[in-house]
């Protein structure tokens, strides 16, 4: 390799570096790696081939090595001494010779299997670096931008940084429109390699995306100061969340709510109007029990004497309606939130035989 041609071989490494942001190092060692298994075929693919590439010196140089005997038996890995005093002249017996290599003789088989390693290597380090980027996001809030939606399938596709990443229709929140060139919120549900490159579950209906909002919104939250403590949620319509204050001064409703409601607000905007209850939550169940149930009040809460983690709940007969909800959402997440089975009635009394109760 001339000098002019070594020094266009190192700016090109360079401008990889700056431009894929894939260390020259690594290109390097792929370029090595390529030129050994090519040259190593005029060897009968022995591993008497070596390649050394040094980006901050500069320096390339390929070599086969030899060790010197008496009588060859085989010319890939054998030379004479005559011959081995040509390139170290105090070879003799026993020694190992490095032959330098002219790289322009390698050839045009070289040549191609060099760039496809290459180009492998580059696809491979981009892989990599996506990997470890979104690695580090998993279970994280990132912003998107919306570049495509499937008419057909309602499936999105968000460019993430500089690469696109599929939101699936099942992922996205009911009744939520999609617009090309919209700027939104996604969570990171999972990360995993796959042969094709890392893949990413993202989701907007995941309870994780509420959580993350809220520590971004509420810096006692994001602090450590409250805890969210649990989460359960029916995307587009209604979430429930229980927090708990670890200093006493500090009211956890209060903060997540935000003067005026403007944190909450926030969070609802960013939602596209989904309701938020925010509760107290305590070690207690039969006081936990009767937070989640809110906004309805709870006269009491009795639990089944077999560990069963079923309850019943009474509560009054003009609350009874909004201590379930529509369609039984406000005690099924109640009961989703807490991890309990909740039987609600009436103060007035059980349910007749021919009407049944509510349970979730």
Known sequence: MTNANKTEFFEALSFMEKEKGIPAEYLAEKIAAAIVVSVKKDYGSKDVVFCNIDCEQKTFEAFVRKTVVEEIEDPDCELLPEEAKTYK???????????????????????????????????????????????????????????????????????????????????QVPGEELREGEHIKVFIVDVFETEHGPKVKLSRTHSGLVKRLFETEVPEIFDGVIEVKAIAREAGSRTKMAVLSHDEQIDPIGSCIGPRGT?????????????????????????????????????????????????????????LSLAIGNKGQNVRLAARLTGWKIDIRPESGFYGEDQPEDEA
Request: proline share 5%; hydrophobic share 40%; net charge negative.
């Open 89 to 171: 002249k105090s070879a003799k017996v026993g020694d190992t010779v490095d032959i330098p290599l002219d790289t322009r003789a390698f050839g045009r088989i070289a040549a191609q299997t060099a760039k496809h390693v290459i180009r492998q290597g580059i696809r491979d380090a981009e892989r990599g670096q996506a990997m470890e980027e979104f690695q580090s996001k998993n279970q994280e809030l990132v912003s998107a931008v919306v570049h495509a939606v499937d008419p057909r399938t309602g499936n999105a596709t968000l460019q993430i940084g500089g690469a696109e990443y599929l939101l699936p229709k099942i992922e």
């Open 263 to 319: 944190r909450v607000a926030k969070i609802v905007e960013e939602l596209e109007g989904e309701k938020i209850d925010i509760v107290r939550y305590s070690d207690d169940p039969v006081v936990f029990i009767g937070e989640a149930l809110s906004p309805a009040k709870v006269l009491k809460v009795e639990m089944e004497p077999d560990g069963s983690r079923v309850c019943h709940v009474t509560v009054p007969d003009g609350q």
